[in-house]
């Protein structure tokens, strides 16, 4: 499966692969170099969040000369703000400066793609963590396989292939990867999920990386139908939204279209609370003396004439 996933995977060249060090990470960057001598490029970033950080640098930096792959290693400083979640923060600041390297280390070659390691067990992962949290649509989406980031075009070609196969196409191969230590700390949920839940959920449904990934699409799917309502609806109510137009349409599709404002105009999410009561307020709007005041994501939306607006906190 995996050889199926690196054949049919064609990204514009060169390519920029993410290598954190792991073994997920260390077989997707070798395939790549296999397939396309000379057009792959490493990009490692150094959290600096655990001891191991060093190893994964050095894994890194040893692999890229041994395999004739140009590597620039970038170091961050991944610590969460308070009330933040940890993985958050290091993906975004991974990401930042991933796309940061490939834009100053290598201006000539013009990179427009990086790939990334997530696999399927990785994807299952994403997927239960979400429902446990309640999550619609977008969560329960997990991971897309492309998607666009800071002007390049991203790849997770690995998203149907489990990560035993690709520890063992690289013993196959002699190949060593580092071991993140804190993937047997169970005090983190994912965890959990992966030494706990995946092989019980391998012994009930051997299928279920493929059906759980085909859920994953069907809701995908949906969800860009329903942000593509939310489009129109936008265009039709204005941005920002009109109070008038946006009580003539009904309450989910108000709702869907308040989501999308948030996301795509202010970068903020509210929670399901929060839009419950936004929602409820719109409602009560009816002449132009009802105020709107509510805390949502990042900031608040108020009403501002006859139209809402978002204040950023």
């Given at each position: ?103 100053t ?78 993937n ?29 990934a085909r ?7 949906a969800?860009?139908l ?14 920002p ?30 929670s399901a ?41």
């Open positions: 499966m995996f050889d199926q996933a690196i054949a049919s995977f064609r990204p514009g060249l060169p390519l920029a692969v993410a290598l954190s060090g792991g073994a997920d990470s260390t077989a997707l960057l070798l395939a790549c170099a296999l397939k396309w001598p000379g057009q792959v490029r490493a990009v490692h970033v150094h959290h600096g969040l655990q001891r191991a950080a060093d190893d994964f640098e050095r894994h890194a930096v040893d692999l890229c000369a041994r395999i004739g792959v140009p590597l620039v290693v970038r170091r961050i400083d991944a610590r969460h703000a308070p009330g933040e979640s940890p993985e958050d923060a290091a993906r975004r600041g991974r990401y930042a400066a991933i796309a940061d390297a490939v834009r280390h290598w201006p000539d070659d013009a990179i427009g793609d990086v790939a990334v390691a997530q696999h399927a067990d990785d994807q299952v992962e994403t997927l239960l963590l979400a429902l446990s949290r309640g999550a619609g649509l977008p969560g329960l989406s997990a991971m897309p396989a492309h998607w666009k980031r800071d002007g390049l075009n991203w790849h997770r070609p690995l998203l149907r292939v489990p990560g035993a196969q690709l520890r063992e196409w690289l013993i196959a191969r002699g190949v060593t990867w580092i071991e993140d230590p804190s047997a700390d169970e005090k983190f949920t994912r965890n959990r999920i992966r030494a706990q839940l995946l092989p019980a959920l391998e012994n009930t449904f051997p299928q279920f990386r493929e059906t759980f859920s994953a699409r069907h809701a995908a799917q969800q860009e329903l942000t593509e309502l939310a489009a129109q609806d936008l265009e039709r109510t204005g941005n939204p009109v109070i008038h137009e946006l009580r003539a349409l009904s309450a989910n599709r108000q709702g869907n279209l308040l989501r999308h404002w948030l996301r795509t105009s202010h970068g903020t999410a509210p609370a929060q839009m419950g009561e936004l929602l409820a307020q719109v409602a009560n709007c009816a002449t132009r003396g009802n105020d709107i005041r509510i805390k949502v994501g990042l900031g608040r939306v108020t009403r501002a004439g006859a139209q809402l607006q978002f204040e950023r906190d």
